[in-house]
C-alpha cells in the first residue's frame, strides 16, 4: 500500500516517522487512539489530509498498518 503513494505522501511518512522516533507525542503528530473499525489503533497525521495508522505491539514496538487519507481511512 505504502509504495502505491505519491511520492511527496511517501516522503512526508518518512519525515513523520523520523518525528515519531524521537518523540512518539510531539504535537505535530496528533497521536491518538482510534475507534470503530480502527479499535485498537492509534492515528497520526502526515499531512493535512493523510493519516497513519499503527499498532503498538508493546516493549516500545509499532507496525504500521494503513496510511491514506482521512476520507479512505474512517469512510
Known amino acids: 500500500m ?10 512526508k511518512f518518512r519525515e513523520r516517522l523520523s518525528l515519531f522516533i524521537k518523540d512518539i507525542n510531539h504535537p505535530l503528530l496528533n497521536n491518538h487512539p482510534l475507534d470503530g473499525v480502527w479499535f ?12 497513519a495508522v499503527y499498532e503498538e505491539l508493546g516493549n516500545d514496538c509499532f507496525e504500521f498498518v494503513a496510511i ?4 479512505e481511512l474512517y469512510s
Open 68 to 71: 491514506g487519507t482521512h476520507s
Open 40 to 51: 485498537g489503533c492509534r492515528s497520526i497525521n502526515i499531512t493535512g489530509d493523510f493519516r
Open 2 to 11: 505504502f509504495r502505491k503513494k505519491d511520492v511527496w505522501v511517501q516522503e
